[in-house]
């Protein structure tokens, strides 16, 4: 999804400039073409050939812009190369200037003279941000199509003030950067609902000891940013996890299945799409003490019971107008499994994922599969970042497959 992929990085005058160097190195890592652009400003906080290092490609600073040694106007030629321009961090100043057009400088003469995504990664003080002003100019921007947001988050800033105002983390702005790259800045979500579990679930026999799976929930994160990026409203239920969900992203927290049931059931009803990408316990123990059981205590065989089958208590459920994806975590043969999952509990698709393979499956950072939906149609998904799976999906979901197939597997209908 990166590789060769050109991106633009405006860096205006603020402390959380140093965060740009990780989103650059990363972006150079991922075989992405990197430009950067300082401001003024931003050359007291941060020096020009540390940025040129990170990206291989020298900074562009408003000294080269006014000079004009270049064939072409450099703001031109640099508005014209971006697919995706990124403004990390965006200043009070800077954004004022967008909101009206205004274009003094070598960074918002570029914003000007293109015509792609554009993303904004606001940072200032808490008083700042909130001013009257500053959020009426952030508004007129978001009300541009052109213009896509990640962050600000609220936390301890340079200022020590405890409040709104601190950029968005590195990781963040590459994942929305990813997702500009792919949709080329639509949002085809937009006015939808989405739901979403992720991540195992825990049985617990005692306070410390319980049943569970590896399931980290990385796949159901993804989903989740790739279905907000989209323009959708979403919903993350999820289980234990490492991890926080960024902002924009509704989370509800659960540990057990009988918990995750009682959370997706509550959302359901107002749900347009829905991806089960959860790995939820099967059983759960017929026994619990609240006390810890000693090992000398622990019972020789364990009684289990079933716990509810969500999935297909969805399945039931659903209405016409609604969408509801699964997905069958297998080893061995994974499309037989696959298939009748999606038939027995009513599934619109499903992700068949192989979990046996290298780099796929329970806490990779990479994924692969097969997308089959109810008429047979499928799409083969070679090994690939979660987060380009997530998109993939959604793309399968809406549109025909990329691959054109006319092989159908065989719905099983006993």
């Known amino acids: 999804m990166n590789k060769g992929r050109k991106v633009l990085i405006g860096v205006c005058g603020g402390i959380a ?16 073409e990197v430009r950067v652009i300082l401001t003024q400003g931003a050359e007291k906080f941060i020096t020009p050939l540390t940025l040129s290092t990170l990206s291989r490609h020298p900074a562009y600073t408003d000294n080269v812009f006014w000079q004009a040694k270049h064939e072409r106007p450099v703001h031109i030629e640099l508005g ?11 200043t009070a100043n800077t954004l004022g200037k967008l909101a ?12 000007l003279a293109s015509s792609c995504p554009i993303l904004l990664a606001p940072a200032m003080n ?23 947001s990640v962050g600000p988050t609220a936390g301890r800033l340079a200022c020590d003030r405890i409040g709104a105002g601190r950029m968005a983390e590195p990781e963040e702005i590459i994942a929305s950067i990813q997702s500009l790259l792919y949709t080329g800045g639509k949002r085809d979500l937009t006015g939808k609902q989405v739901l979403i579990s992720t991540g195992g679930t825990r049985e617990y026999i005692d306070p410390v000891r319980f049943i569970g799976n590896p399931a980290t929930g990385k796949m159901g994160l993804a989903l989740a940013q790739a279905a907000r990026n989209r323009g959708a ?7 234990p996890a490492t991890w926080e969900a960024p902002m924009g992203i509704r989370t509800v927290p659960v540990v057990s299945a009988t918990e995750m049931h009682r959370a997706m059931l509550a959302d359901f009803p107002n ?4 991806v089960m990408a959860a790995a939820v316990a099967d059983v759960t123990p017929g026994i619990y003490q609240d006390m810890k059981i000693p090992k ?5 065989a364990l009684p289990l019971k079933p716990v509810p089958d969500i999935l297909a208590e969805l399945g039931r459920l659903k209405q016409p107008h609604q969408y509801l994806v699964g997905f069958a975590a297998q080893t061995g043969d994974i499309i037989k499994p696959a298939l009748q999952k999606l038939n027995k509990k009513r599934l619109d698709a499903i992700v068949a994922n192989p979990v ?6 329970f806490g990779s950072d990479t994924n692969q599969a097969i997308l089959i939906d109810k008429t047979g149609r499928h799409q083969q998904i070679n090994r690939c970042t979660k987060l380009e799976l997530a998109h993939r999906l959604f793309y399968f979901i809406q549109n025909s497959p990329e691959d054109n197939s006319n092989v159908k597997y065989q719905i099983i209908t006993r």
Not at 80 to 90: H, K, M, N, S, T
Not at 233 to 239: E, K, P, Q, R
Not at 296 to 300: K, N, V, Y
Request: hydrophobic share 45%; net charge negative.
């Open 100 to 111: 009206y057009g205004l274009a003094d400088n070598l960074l918002t003469n570029t914003v």
């Open 17 to 32: 400039a140093y965060k740009v160097c990780e989103v650059v190195s990363t972006l150079f890592k991922a075989v992405t």
């Open 233 to 239: 409203v979403v919903t993350l239920v999820h289980g």
């Open 356 to 361: 046996d393979k290298p780099n796929a499956g």
């Open 126 to 148: 808490t008083d700042m941000w909130k001013q009257q002003s500053v959020q009426r100019n952030w508004q007129q921007l978001l009300s541009d199509p052109r213009y896509h």
């Open 296 to 300: 000398h205590g622990l019972p020789a």
């Open 271 to 274: 749900a347009d799409l829905i």
């Open 80 to 90: 014209e190369w971006a697919e995706v321009l990124v403004i990390a961090p965006l």
